[in-house]
């Protein structure tokens, strides 16, 4: 009876950097709410810039001293990042135009599994068979959320949203790549920069025009480019220790906060989509669990700190 105690429990340890990635994801979900509304006053792309520039000179004021050693790494890491960020965000926040808050954060999460997927593209490193458990229970979710039992459908809101998982799964990628090889605040700079610059001159081509002022869009602006600076600069720290399976199991309780949030705010999702968002969330959990062999080999090697005990 105590070995089945003991294998039936839950132990979980958390480092510093894993800490601080909880915290951000935290006022990660928080922002959705806050698009959604800017929304109602800015288009995506002028929104987008405004936040981004405002969080890449926020972050160049703290790191102005580590600016004068720029080198080409440091550079072509945060073009890149910053490229997979604009193209996250816009989209994103494209979607959030005509989607309540509490969805976009849900459907945002099935980038949790895409990171594993696209591993395996990329560097052929190929997915544990929980991976497409994970991908599965996600694809599931998504369907509750977008059949019609919901009444919700799959708009051009929703499009976008899933579109926007791609580039944000490279980001992760991406981050953890150039960790450690890069200067973190070089970098952090260069990306936020990089995104902003890159909505704004992506506009005159979508044909979107600089809107009437409001403080709606320009407080949340501010408000969201100094989250945005903070979110970026702990995860280029905090992922240079955490491996990126590790970070987006982390990422997962996204949606949670996003919900709570948008929950608190009037968003009344359907019972069906519920159901569905619930699914998304076990399977960005289950597509990032090692078995029990596994774990045990990487503890042993001093690499593991989360264990599931079944």
């Not at 839950?10 to 006022?27: C, D, K």
């Not at 969201?224 to 399976?245: D, E, F, H, K, Y």
């Amino acid at each position: 009876m105590s070995r089945m105690l003991r294998t039936s429990r839950m132990q979980i340890r958390f480092s510093r950097p894993e800490w601080a990635l909880i915290g951000i994801t935290a006022v990660w979900g928080g922002t959705f709410l806050a698009v959604h509304i800017a929304m109602q006053h800015s288009g995506p792309l002028f929104f987008v810039g405004v936040r981004f520039v405002a969080a890449g000179l926020i972050s160049a004021v703290v790191f102005h001293r580590s600016l004068r050693g720029m080198r080409r790494i440091d550079l072509g890491a945060g073009a890149s990042i910053g490229a997979m960020i604009f193209l996250g965000y816009g989209l994103q926040t494209y979607g959030l135009q005509t989607i309540p808050s509490s969805t976009s954060a849900f459907l945002t999460a099935l980038y949790v599994p895409l990171v594993p997927l696209m591993q395996w593209i990329v560097f052929r490193k190929r997915p544990r068979a929980l991976t497409f458990v994970g991908v599965a229970l996600a694809f599931a979710g998504l369907l509750l959320i977008a059949g019609p039992q919901t009444g919700m459908g799959l708009g051009a809101g929703e499009v976008a949203t899933l579109i926007s998982t791609l580039p944000i799964a490279a980001e992760i990628i991406l981050i953890s790549v150039f960790a450690g090889r890069v200067d973190l605040g070089r970098v952090t700079v260069v990306q936020l920069l990089v995104a902003g610059t890159l909505s704004f001159a992506f506009m005159p081509l979508t044909g979107e025009s600089i809107p009437a002022f409001s403080w709606v869009w320009l407080v949340a602006a501010l408000a969201l480019g100094a989250s945005s600076c903070l979110i970026q600069l702990t995860m280029n720290w905090a992922q240079r220790s955490v491996s990126p399976a590790r970070a987006t199991i982390i990422y997962a309780a996204e949606p949670v906060w996003g919900g709570v949030v948008g929950r608190l705010a009037g968003d009344r999702l359907p019972a069906f989509a519920i159901l569905g968002a619930a699914l998304i969330v076990a399977g960005t959990i289950v597509s990032e669990l090692t078995p029990r062999a596994r774990r045990t080999r990487n503890h042993a090697e001093g690499t593991s700190r989360f264990t599931v005990e079944a």
